[in-house]
């Protein structure tokens, strides 16, 4: 019976992680994001057909009309990019050859990793009402201001951006763990709070490479060699491309839920038409 009962228990957990797991992705964007008509009014056809794209709180306004310099930079290094399906196979991570695109691009225009840390310094301003008996006895109340003031260092801590220029901020998550969006729209919210960025650029993976994933062959080590799992079987490659790592469903999620706070966020999600080797024929 005990046997049964723990059966049971493990199917309610294998259930609830399902539930949970299908419920913080999100196929499409929600009230919370631009019209999708001002969105491709905004950008070059060919970056549409590259790209997946979202705008949030205006960000492709803001951008296209005020940040038109950096904008350009930005849509000339995704107008560029390109990867192979042996990219796709290889190993991920900020050492991969997908990162490393975009910085060769970024990197010589000015585009720099950038940290920022704040202190918060309060002031406090009350009125205070004292009473006290005058010469004639009598009981006299007055009121008087004081003041004080306290720091609360650190109240911004390291919170990094991989490319910040002039006003605008960008980022690349191709197959981190999902958590890394969280680290990513917060470190947004807190430039745009502090009056460092009007706008932020965030590039993740379109769901629309999902089978692509599935059609090629088996993942690839750094060295090239053909990975195997724990059995020794080859790995796949759509393994390595997990529900729970950065793609364009788990960011949709983040931002209709309004974690990016009031700092406008364009998405982009890499489809099929970024692999210089790949067609569907």
Same mark, same amino acid.
């Given at each position: ?46 970056? #549409? ?12 306004? !803001? #951008? ?96 990094? !951006? ?9 980022? #690349? ?52 060699? !053909? ?55």
């Amino acid at each position: 019976m005990d046997d049964d009962l723990g059966s049971g228990d493990a199917e309610i957990d294998d259930a609830f992680s399902l539930l949970v797991e299908s419920s913080d992705v999100a196929s499409a964007p929600n009230e919370n994001a631009d019209p999708p008509a001002l969105v491709r009014s905004k950008l070059p056809v060919h970056i #549409l057909e590259k790209y997946e794209v979202y705008s949030y709180r205006n960000a492709a306004l !803001i #951008l296209s009309e005020t940040r038109q310099a950096e904008f350009e930079q930005l849509l000339a290094a995704l107008g560029s990019f390109t990867l192979t399906t042996t990219q796709i196979r290889m190993p991920g991570g900020n050492e991969s050859d997908i990162p490393k695109a975009f910085s060769a691009m970024l990197r010589p225009d000015g585009w720099h990793e950038t940290v920022i840390r704040a202190d918060l310094r309060v002031y406090l301003t009350w009125l205070e009402e004292t009473t006290r008996l005058n010469r004639r006895g009598t009981l006299v109340r007055s009121r008087g201001s004081k003041s004080a003031e306290t720091t609360r260092e650190r109240f911004i801590d390291a919170h990094k !951006i991989d490319y910040v220029k002039e006003r605008v901020a960008f980022d #690349l998550e191709w197959n981190s763990k999902d958590q890394t969006f969280d680290r990513d729209l917060y470190a947004f919210r807190a430039f745009w709070e502090c009056g460092i960025i009007d706008a932020a650029v965030l590039v993740t993976r379109s769901g629309d490479l999902n089978p692509v994933f599935q059609k090629l062959g088996p993942a690839l080590t750094k060295t090239g060699k !053909i990975a195997v799992n724990e059995d020794g079987d080859p790995k796949p490659t759509a393994a390595k491309y997990g529900a729970s790592t950065t793609w364009m469903g788990k960011l949709l999620y983040r931002l209709n839920s309004g974690r990016n706070g009031g700092c406008p966020v364009l998405a982009l999600g890499i489809r099929p038409a970024c692999i210089s080797d790949w067609s569907e024929s």
